[in-house]
């Protein structure tokens, strides 16, 4: 059964940095095209930040751009998203996602992240 677990979310001060990881289980991590999300309180849950399976191309919502970073390392099944000079407004839940052809798709239960003074 898939399965992804997120960490390393918490409370930061406006400027600061986080580090989440998402660790894979029960499918092939290296053919899933993998994918951070996040979701405010009132908003929809939107794309932040996808990663090809090798990690060869990259792409970011246009509001993160320069300032977060996603990665993966499939020989640990885990998939990052540093985030750097954080703003209140990053502030959500932030979710991983995998998907691999037409129809797999699995969802994390979700980190909390809060930048506030």
């Known amino acids: 059964q898939a399965q992804l677990v997120e960490s390393g979310g918490g409370l930061v001060q406006p400027g600061g940095s986080l580090r989440l990881s998402c660790a894979a289980s029960?499918?092939?991590?290296?053919?899933?095209?993998m994918s951070w999300y996040r979701q405010a309180p009132g908003k929809e849950r939107e794309l932040v930040a996808g990663i090809t399976t090798a990690g060869g191309s990259t792409n970011y919502a246009d509001s993160v751009k320069g300032r977060f970073t996603i990665s993966r390392d499939n020989a640990k099944n885990t998939v990052y998203l540093q985030m750097n000079s954080l703003k209140p407004e990053d502030t959500a839940v932030y979710y991983c996602n995998a998907r691999s052809g037409p129809y797999f798709r699995a969802w994390g239960q979700g980190t909390q992240v809060t930048v506030s003074s």
């Open positions: 029960g499918f092939t991590f290296s053919s899933a095209y």
